[in-house]
């Protein structure tokens, strides 16, 4: 089946420092939705992205449809604590429906 | 604002007990899911209810049944737990047709089966 994989699986960073994660698809989307988790919740619509090559931006965080229509990418400035959570990336499957990836777990270190 | 609600939000059964997993919402969204979260696997879908009277498998269905109730509200059933079934699950929901504006999801309930 359809399957999404997310690079990296897990990170530690320094509080402050830019943070770079990116999802990739086996097939061509034409949306691209980046969810974040926080710790025993559950996740919630950070950024929305819907043509080839857009770049969207949400406070500190930046998204880009990748031009392939197979990737997007997820940058986040200046961490800070509660940066920490999962984040994962989704396309849709089919019909109204979404794949997820399996998540970028971040942690902030002080 | 409320949004989706889910109860419970922790429980333990033993294995071959059933229970019931409510999910509601307050947004007048015509679709609502139940997704399962396990260790790196990402959130993979159960069954999802299109709109009020229909409901479909997702990719990992069995094991389950749900029952769109009314509008606001979206069961998941498990009729005879097993220990693979200790997940922590989530409902979500969304307006039919801005599907690509994403889902709301509930903050989940997470199930144990010893």
């Known amino acids: 089946g359809q399957q999404l994989n997310q690079s990296p699986q897990s990170m530690f960073i320094q509080e402050g420092e830019d943070v770079s994660m990116n999802c990739t698809s086996s097939s061509i989307f034409n949306t691209w939705l980046w969810y974040k988790q926080d710790p025993g919740e559950g996740p919630v619509l950070l950024i929305a992205?819907?043509?080839?090559?857009e770049l969207t931006s949400n406070g500190r965080l930046t998204a880009q449809f990748g031009i392939t229509r197979k990737d997007s990418f997820l940058n986040i400035s200046a961490s800070i604590p509660s940066d920490v959570g999962i984040y994962f990336c989704a396309g849709p499957l089919y019909g109204q429906n979404f794949v997820f990836g399996p998540g970028t777990r971040l942690s902030v270190l002080p | 604002n409320a949004g989706v609600t889910q109860t419970p939000k922790f429980q333990v059964l033993k294995t071959g007990q059933s229970m019931t997993l409510q999910c509601a919402q307050d947004m007048n969204h015509n679709s609502m899911y139940w997704y399962r979260q396990d260790p790196g696997m990402g959130l993979r879908l159960i069954y999802y209810s299109a709109s009020e009277g229909t409901t479909d498998k997702g990719e990992v269905p069995n094991g389950y049944n749900v029952s769109r109730l009314n509008k606001r509200e979206f069961s998941l059933r498990l009729e005879s737990a097993a220990p693979s079934q200790t997940s922590v699950y989530f409902c979500?929901?969304?307006?039919?047709?801005?599907?690509?504006?994403?889902?709301?999801f509930g903050s989940g309930t997470r199930l144990t089966v010893v």
């Open positions: 992205l819907y043509k080839a090559g």
């Open positions: 979500a929901s969304s307006r039919s047709g801005q599907v690509n504006y994403g889902y709301t």
